[in-house]
């Protein structure tokens, strides 16, 4: 499944949601991911990571103003290391949690720890990031404490891009959060506000480890 990052050009600010599995990993997986490289069958080339493929837009690393991760787990949070300078947002209880569990498998230490002078904002509810309804950090806990999702209006249409508030296109049809190790009555409830706001936002909903949605849409260097 794919493990993607989601960078959105703003007047003010480039916003990256999510990052992916670490470049570091990447690298060297069987040093930086002992087991779970192997237990994941993790695709081993560093130019998938976010730093890569960031820089082979033009752009620099410093040039990412907001980091959103929508969970901590190491197919997302891999990446956080790289932006010293940007403001991250995450959900209220997260960082926390993935302390608390950061022994592993899903939460890598060496994934969180390298960012803990960095400036970390919590936040319980969504949040309208510019104040212009353009990207809304929707909280949506259940799979984790502080899970998020994204709903990011372009000009011609519509996204909300799920995080792991479900993995599979099954989860939305059903409006069940299948999240194996969750909290998963808060999952659901969470996945079923974000169907509702799909149909009333009028958008498009974008299941981040879907192959089928992957395949679909362009990847970078292409924008949508
Ligand atoms: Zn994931």
Known sequence: MPCPSFLIEHDRGLVLFDTGVSPRGLANPEEYFPHLAERFQLERRPDLGVDYQIRG??????DVKYVVPSHLHFDHAGGLYLFPGSTFIVGEGEI???????????FLLDDISPTRSFRWIEIGGDLDLFGDGSVSILFSPGHTPGSLALFVRLPD????????SCHYPAEVQLGAARSPGADAPRATRSLQRLILLRDTWDAYFWIGHDMGQ??????????I
Not at 214 to 223: D, L, R, V
């Open 57 to 62: 837009l033009g752009l620099r690393l410093e």
């Open 96 to 106: 926390e949690h993935a302390y608390m569990n950061s022994s592993g498998p899903y």
């Open 157 to 164: 249409r519509n996204f909300i891009l799920s995080g792991d």
């Open 214 to 223: 992957w395949q679909e849409w362009p990847h970078a260097p292409a924008s």
